[in-house]
């Protein structure tokens, strides 16, 4: 019913930037919360950033002052400006999104098929 297709992933230097892409698809009534999370080998899925239907915004605190999240809700798209990365920045970054499908209230949860992020020193 939703698909959430990622883009903008890639390698970068140390310092540079990368801007990160989701857009939420199929036959669904709206997108509320949509956020982004990464993971790394060994370690738990993490949240980076999310943003409310409203506009409300929490950042993980290791990225927080670097990195923007914001969204069209209109074109159910969320974005992430990373700025100033850095090698502990180095993921699997996955988009998420809290979707209703139906006429009823209930929430869904969806994930993308997750974007690499590579930071060199």
């Known amino acids: 019913q939703v698909q959430l297709v990622e883009s903008g992933g890639g390698l970068v230097q140390a310092g540079g930037s990368l801007r990160l892409s989701c857009a939420a698809s199929g036959r669904f009534f709206s997108t509320n919360a949509m956020g982004w999370y990464r993971q790394v080998p060994g370690k738990q899925r993490e949240l980076v950033a999310a943003?409310?239907?409203?506009?409300?915004?929490n950042y993980a605190d290791s990225v927080e002052g670097r990195f923007t999240i914001s969204r069209d809700n209109a074109k159910n798209v969320v974005d992430l400006q990373m700025n100033n990365l850095e090698p502990e920045d180095t993921a699997v970054y996955y988009c998420?999104?809290?979707?209703?499908?139906?006429?009823?209230?209930?929430?869904?949860?969806?994930w993308g098929q997750g974007t690499q992020v590579t930071v060199s020193s």
């Open positions: 943003i409310t239907r409203s506009g409300s915004t």
């Open positions: 998420n999104a809290l979707v209703r499908v139906t006429w009823n209230p209930r929430e869904y949860e969806y």
